[in-house]
Nanobody
Framework: QVQLAESGGGLVQAGGSLRLSCAAS????????MGWFRQAPGKERNFVAV????????YYADSVKGRFTISRDNAKNTVYLQMNSLKPEDTAVYYC????????????????WGQGIQVTVSS
């Protein structure tokens, strides 16, 4: 089992920045690809970003490319999502997720999820 706990959410004005953190416990963190999804009210949960287990590669949704940066610190068992130039349409609950080695954007194939954290961007 892998336990995930997000932190760092909140309310920010458009154009501002936030950094989300996700602390992992339970298994060898460096064996897991780590990602972020988000879900706005009344909408599906969508992929935001992923970092491979080695940290060598990152991938982003087109909607956040150039504004968000995912990173990991394996010594701290933590993955981060730095969010800059935030827009009102970034408002959502953000979820941290983990999968052993290989990533997928198929939610049904991702076994480990955090509880989610609210990010609200005001215009």
């Amino acid at each position: 089992q892998v336990q995930l706990a997000e932190s760092g959410g909140g309310l920010v004005q458009a154009g501002g920045s936030l950094r989300l953190s996700c602390a992992a416990s339970g298994r060898t963190f460096s064996d897991y690809a780590m990602g972020w999804f988000r879900q706005a009210p009344g909408k599906e949960r969508n992929f935001v970003a992923v970092i491979t287990w080695s940290g060598a590669n990152t991938y982003y949704a087109d909607s956040v490319k150039g504004r968000f940066t995912i990173s990991r610190d394996n010594a701290k068992n933590t993955v981060y999502l730095q969010m800059n130039s935030l827009k009102p349409e970034d408002t959502a609950v953000y979820y941290c997720a983990a999968r052993y080695r290989l990533w997928t954007t198929n939610l049904n194939d991702i076994p480990y999820w955090g509880q989610g954290i609210q990010v609200t961007v005001s215009s």
